[in-house]
């Protein structure tokens, strides 16, 4: 057996960008941060805050949610799967990009406008 789950709760780092496949399902990306808070270790070190930025991918009705309501800043919840995707650019180079597909997601903080 094996699980690929991931949650997440973080801010959007920017607006959607919203486009449509060829039979016109909605697709949505957007970057989201999640933060680890900074602290004293025991000895005096201070570590800093870490910021980690995730690609998110949304489809369909989530797509569509997120044209109308996702915007930089919103706070998030989301559950999703992790996925891997690789390609050449225009110049032959190979290039790779880890996303999250999200399953379900929340709106969290205060109500989208």
Known sequence: MSINKVIL???VGRDPEIRYTAPGQAVAS????TTERGYTAANGTQVPDRTEWH?????GKNAEIAERYIRKGSQ???E???RTRTWEDKNQ???QVTEIYVD???FLGR???
Do not use: C, H, Q
Request: net charge positive; proline share 4%; aromatic share 14%.
């Open 30 to 33: 957007f970057s989201l941060a």
């Open 76 to 78: 998030l919840y989301i």
């Open 55 to 59: 690609s998110i991918v949304m489809w």
């Open 93 to 95: 180079i190979k290039r």
């Open 9 to 11: 709760i973080g801010n």
């Open 104 to 106: 379900t997601f929340d």
């Open 111 to 113: 109500k989208p406008e």
């Open 80 to 82: 999703g799967k992790l």
